[in-house]
């Protein structure tokens, strides 16, 4: 299966994203979940890797779509997203951010339209 580049600005913002992420105490992480007692890095973490390492696939493309169409448009967690250093705003720059949503579209309808 072929893989995606995302535009250097977006890995920018992910990699910035995973810094913040990984300075605070592992108690305050986005995107960490508890795995039989212990921290461990959830999705949001490992979609970041694979953003950075050139390694998205149409089904991570897939898998971003789904995750950005559930919590893009809540007014919850848009609402979290308002403080910069939220855990809902670093899980947002995680997955690449609302120009991460844009490009993840975009290449999604291209892959379509090549089919």
């Known amino acids: 299966?072929?893989?995606?580049?995302?535009p250097r600005y977006i890995k920018q913002l992910v990699q910035r994203a995973i810094n913040v992420n990984l300075d605070r105490p592992i108690s305050q992480r986005a995107s960490y979940k508890s795995t039989n007692g212990e921290r461990v890095e959830g999705t949001g973490m490992r979609t970041?890797?694979?953003?950075?390492?050139?390694?998205?696939?149409?089904?991570?493309?897939?898998?971003?779509?789904?995750?950005?169409?559930?919590?893009?448009?809540?007014?919850?967690?848009?609402?979290?997203?308002?403080?910069?250093?939220?855990?809902?705003?670093i899980a947002w720059a995680l997955w690449g951010g609302t120009a991460g949503k844009k490009w993840v579209e975009s290449t999604l309808r291209d892959i379509e339209r090549n089919k």
């Open 48 to 89: 970041a890797r694979r953003i950075i390492n050139d390694q998205v696939d149409e089904r991570q493309l897939i898998l971003m779509k789904n995750w950005f169409a559930r919590h893009g448009d809540s007014p919850k967690e848009s609402k979290a997203r308002m403080k910069s250093n939220s855990k809902a705003a």
């Open 1 to 6: 299966m072929p893989t995606y580049k995302a």
